[in-house]
């Protein structure tokens, strides 16, 4: 959706080009977003008229740019929330005549300052869906990654929207942003694959305990004592017992 808008200004290329490609890493002063603020709301607005969130129906083989199976997840116990504008991107070229519309009327920084408010109204809107559905609750993590969540203004604007919706006493505390989800996910999975199983015996593991990271660290580190050695063993014994 960013990129679309961006397209439109006719600075990056129309069919591949990204609002990265303009980005200068650097978010929007606080002159524009108060000398444009209400150019900013209408024109957020306009373009979330475009944008729908929802839980995706079933009858759906794809929704947005993406291929979907609402039937598997709904087996598996899994809601699918998605965004689409139009019917499977259908409506990205209103976008891109906004974002051009915009640029011409005010520049550059007017522009990415309504990404940044339609970004985080996105992400209001997704969160508003997932209460719907009883799926957040006051102990929920809300994780966000990529350049449509970190870049600009972003961040400050999620927070200040997830706040308006009264979820969280500090929002600050449960939503974590972050550069790069899927490398830094693999990163800490391959860091505890590489730790699963017992103090003595780090590889393998029991299916029901407790991650023994700290223990093995503690091991590896030489500061655990036979005493502990032996407790960590037992423990690990009864869980097999247990889950046998």
């Known amino acids: 959706i960013p990129d679309a808008i961006i397209q439109g200004t006719h600075l990056v290329d129309e069919k591949v080009g990204t609002a990265l490609d303009l980005f200068k890493n650097k978010p929007v002063g606080l002159l ?3 000398k444009r603020g209400k150019v900013i709301k209408e024109y957020t607005k306009k373009i979330h008229e475009l944008i729908s969130i929802e839980v995706i129906p079933e009858n759906v083989e794809r929704y947005g740019s993406v291929p979907v199976s609402p039937k598997t997840a709904k087996e598996i116990g ?8 139009g ?3 259908s409506d990205l070229e209103k976008l891109s ?7 011409e009327k005010y520049g550059l920084d007017t522009l990415f300052a309504i990404v940044d408010m ?3 109204i ?6 508003k869906v997932a209460l719907d559905e009883n799926l957040v609750t006051e102990r929920t993590a809300i994780g966000l990654t990529g350049r449509a ?12 929207q997830i706040k308006e919706l009264g979820i969280f006493d500090s929002p600050e505390e449960h939503i974590a942003f972050i550069d790069d989800g899927l490398a830094r996910g693999a990163a800490v999975m391959a860091r505890c694959m590489n730790s699963l199983g017992t103090p003595k015996n780090p590889l393998g593991g029991s299916r029901g305990g407790k991650c023994v990271l700290r223990e093995r660290m503690k091991l ?5 004592d036979e005493k502990e050695m032996k407790k960590m063993t037992t423990q690990e014994t009864q869980v097999k017992r247990s889950s046998s």
């Open 220 to 224: 590896q580190g030489g500061n655990m």
């Open 118 to 120: 339609v970004c985080a």
């Open 97 to 103: 005549k906004i974002g051009g519309e915009v640029y």
């Open 87 to 89: 019917k499977n991107g």
């Open 149 to 160: 969540a970190i870049t600009g203004c972003k961040p400050r604007l999620i927070l200040s």
């Open 32 to 34: 524009t977003w108060m």
């Open 78 to 85: 899994v809601t699918l929330i998605g965004c689409d504008v």
């Open 122 to 127: 996105m992400v209001t809107r997704l969160v």
